[in-house]
């Protein structure tokens, strides 16, 4: 086995599986409070963005709030659920 064989095998990196946060509707909630929650937890999201999540699951009953480690969605979604926002995990494939 050569140097490079060894150097390429040590430097290959399996990414991390990742994770979809997801945000269920509910009848309790304000539009506008889920709003203010999805960008008080989610630092990366626009209020565009997060209107855009707080419609899709006030439609279709559930939306995609963010994909990410497994470690940052279960803080984000043990977070939505803290306010009083029902959320899930699930593996992304």
């Given amino acids: 086995m050569s140097v490079e064989t060894i150097e390429k095998r040590s430097t290959t990196r399996k990414h991390a599986p990742r994770y979809r ?18 960008i008080s937890t989610v ?29 940052h969605a279960e803080f ?6 803290n306010h009083g926002l029902t959320s899930t995990i699930e593996p992304e494939d």
């Fill in 76 to 81: 984000y979604c043990e977070t939505l659920k």
């Fill in 21 to 38: 946060v997801l945000l269920h509707n509910d009848d309790f909630n304000s539009m506008e409070y889920v709003v203010q929650v999805l």
């Fill in 43 to 71: 630092a990366s999201l626009t209020q565009p963005e997060a209107v855009n999540i707080m419609m899709e699951a006030h439609h279709s009953g559930i939306a995609l709030v963010i994909t990410c480690a497994q470690e």
